[in-house]
């Protein structure tokens, strides 16, 4: 399943929610203020190391670009992709869950 | 006339996920045209408004982060940032956009705008404040 998170981790629970539930092996996509979810050194940046054993995580380029957020400054295993790729993701599994 | 009063914009929301950070900088560049004692101030996720490199050209959206450096020629030139939620964001002064000022009574000499404050000492700028606006 793809899971897809839309919200900042400082200012709502839906990354911490996503990946309490996620099931092994499962995508989860960080999209619009999601992305700020793979920042590394920050106060959540434990919790997603952590999920990275069992889900594979991917953040939004476009949305990485337009906050400023170089690939530098993310988590190390988070993979970026673009419009096409959350294509792919979408077209990859059967089922989308959007955490909103 | 009467007294110009202190006004603070408290912004806390990132830059493109809602409206609240561009319509809170076009009150801001608004009310400096009525000469009042007007300062900024970033606490939380508010402190994602100021980072630096923003191109959102790929989103299809505006980017409004450039209007920022208009700041300092409408003379709001004291934007208070919270030592401790850029911290927790993994952040530091460096990743911000460098704003600056120049001072009219200083040989238009160019000054920084953004003042890196702890929680203790913006409390004790919000208790100084006549009116709050939160954004």
Known sequence: MLHTVNKSPFE???????????????????????????????????????????????????????????????????????????????????????WL | MSEAKKFMYINRHAPCGTVYGVEGLEVVLISAAFEQDICMAFIGDGVFQLKQ???????????FSPAYRALGDYEVNRLYVEHESLEERGLTEDDLMPLTWEDEDDDWAEKPSIYIVDRAQLSDLIEEQDIILNF
Request: proline share 2%; hydrophobic share 40%; charged share 20%.
């Open chain 1, 12 to 98: 709502s629970s839906s990354l911490k929610t996503c990946l309490s539930l996620a099931k092994s092996g499962s995508d989860v996509l960080l999209i619009e203020d999601g992305v700020y979810g793979a920042l590394s050194g920050s106060a959540h940046t434990a919790l997603l190391t952590e999920a990275l054993g069992q889900v594979r995580v991917y953040a939004l380029g476009p949305d990485l670009k337009a906050r400023g957020l170089s690939e530098d400054k993310l988590i190390p295993g988070i993979k970026v992709v673009g419009y096409d790729g959350f294509v792919e993701l979408a077209c990859a599994n059967d089922k989308i869950q959007n």
């Open chain 2, 53 to 63: 490199n923003q191109d959102t050209a790929d989103t299809g959206m505006k980017n």
